[in-house]
């Protein structure tokens, strides 16, 4: 009798170290599971901002609290001076938005030079400092990008798309979407409904706004006028 109580004790622990391993290696990927406050809407990145110092084109982001400088060519410097990491950006940063999720930093940004610009998406480890993937996209002038459960929606001129926060792939996207100088710039992403994706462009002298409507699961437009 106590040997088969010893047996079953044995397994219950078994049983319950596997469970408890599968657990860790769920949670392992944390920017995929921890919500923002928020995400049933969804949350927005925040736009890095310029500082006068010690370079005028340094930005400035703040990450766990502490105010963070990034260098024209990437370096993300600590307020000790460190470098961190860098971005690997091949030109300067002309624009920039960031999100923290967990213990992962999401990088937005476009990069400029002579011949024309470049747009990307980068994940981050804050543990490690070493970027976990990189996805570039068409387009500049990024929309603030908005943060939805495990995805970001994000729109440049002539580019709209839903992208995975794990691993860096689109769901779906749509590409030289503009039509006679029409659905440019997206000033604003949201949701009309749970499961509509709403891109707007709004001319700066016109009362019409051009949009943009995605059914969010099937990848499919719904209307786009």
Same mark, same amino acid.
């Given at each position: 009798?106590?040997? *088969?109580? &010893?047996?079953?004790?044995?397994?219950?622990?078994?049983? &319950?170290?596997?469970?408890?391993?599968?657990?860790?290696?769920? #949670?392992?990927?944390?920017?995929?599971?921890?919500?923002?406050? !928020?995400?049933?809407?969804?949350?927005?990145?925040?736009?890095?901002?310029?500082?006068?110092? @010690?370079? @005028?084109?340094?930005?400035?982001?703040?990450?766990?609290?502490?105010?963070?400088?990034?260098?024209?060519? !990437?370096?993300?410097?600590? @307020?000790?001076?460190?470098?961190?990491?860098?971005?690997?950006?091949?030109?300067?940063?002309?624009?920039?938005?960031?999100?923290?999720?967990?213990?992962?930093?999401?990088?937005?940004?476009?990069?400029?030079?002579?011949?024309? &610009?470049?747009?990307?998406?980068?994940?981050?480890?804050?543990?490690?400092?070493?970027?976990?993937?990189?996805?570039?996209?068409?387009?500049?002038?990024?929309?603030?990008?908005?943060?939805?459960? /495990?995805?970001?929606?994000?729109?440049?001129?002539?580019? *709209?798309?839903?992208?995975?926060?794990?691993?860096? /792939?689109?769901?779906?996207?749509?590409?030289?979407?503009?039509? #006679?100088?029409?659905?440019?710039?997206?000033?604003?992403?949201?949701?009309?409904?749970?499961?509509?994706?709403?891109?707007?462009?709004?001319?700066?002298?016109?009362?019409?706004?051009?949009?943009?409507?995605?059914?969010?699961?099937?990848?499919?437009?719904? &209307?786009?006028?």
């Amino acid at each position: 009798m106590k040997l *088969i109580i &010893c047996l079953f004790l044995v397994a219950a622990i078994s049983s &319950c170290s596997f469970f408890h391993h599968k657990s860790d290696k769920r #949670n392992s990927d944390i920017a995929a599971i921890i919500p923002l406050h !928020g995400d049933n809407n969804g949350v927005y990145a925040q736009e890095a901002r310029y500082s006068n110092w @010690p370079n @005028p084109d340094t930005m400035i982001i703040y990450v766990d609290g502490s105010r963070l400088r990034i260098a024209p060519m !990437g370096n993300v410097i600590s @307020p000790e001076g460190k470098v961190l990491f860098s971005i690997e950006n091949e030109y300067p940063i002309e624009q920039l938005f960031f999100a923290q999720r967990g213990r992962d930093l999401f990088i937005f940004y476009t990069d400029i030079d002579e011949r024309g &610009c470049g747009s990307y998406i980068k994940r981050f480890s804050l543990e490690s400092n070493k970027m976990i993937w990189s996805s570039e996209i068409d387009g500049y002038s990024f929309s603030k990008p908005l943060i939805r459960g /495990q995805f970001a929606y994000v729109g440049t001129i002539g580019f *709209i798309g839903k992208i995975k926060l794990k691993n860096g /792939q689109f769901d779906w996207k749509f590409s030289n979407i503009i039509r #006679n100088g029409r659905f440019n710039h997206f000033s604003n992403i949201d949701f009309v409904e749970p499961q509509r994706v709403r891109f707007v462009a709004t001319h700066p002298f016109m009362l019409k706004s051009d949009t943009i409507i995605v059914n969010d699961i099937t990848g499919e437009i719904i &209307c786009m006028n």
